[in-house]
């Protein structure tokens, strides 16, 4: 059964910046065109969620307006995974950050994990 699953730290200072990196485990997925956007969504508090940026399966990126100035996808494909990284971060980048693979099939999610922008 596939899996993904995020992981980074739950604290980060004002102004550094957030590291996460999803893993997928149990299953065959491959950057192709059956598994062709591996997204980063997030839900702060009492909020909708926020698409933040996407790494197709042949590498090229697409961010939100909003954020593209401060946000950077990469994957590696040896380690299976999928990685964000947020600049300069402020308390409103308080959120749960998913990950997200599209299938022709279906969506794949992580389970979330809670980040906490304070000093």
């Known amino acids: 059964q596939v899996q993904l699953q995020e992981s980074g730290p739950g604290l980060v200072k004002p102004s550094q910046t957030l590291s996460l990196a999803c893993t997928v485990s149990g299953g065959a997925i491959t950057a192709s065109a059956s598994y062709y956007a591996w997204s980063w969504i997030r839900q702060p508090p009492g909020k909708g969620l926020e698409w933040m940026g996407v790494i197709a399966y042949d590498g090229v990126t697409y961010y939100s307006p909003s954020l593209k100035s401060r946000t950077s996808i990469s994957r590696d494909t040896s380690k299976n995974q999928f990685s964000l990284q947020l600049s300069s971060v402020t308390p409103e980048d308080t959120a749960v950050y998913y990950c997200?693979?599209?299938?022709?099939?279906?969506?794949?999610w992580g389970q979330g994990t809670q980040v906490t922008v304070s000093s």
């Open positions: 997200n693979i599209r299938s022709s099939l279906r969506d794949y």
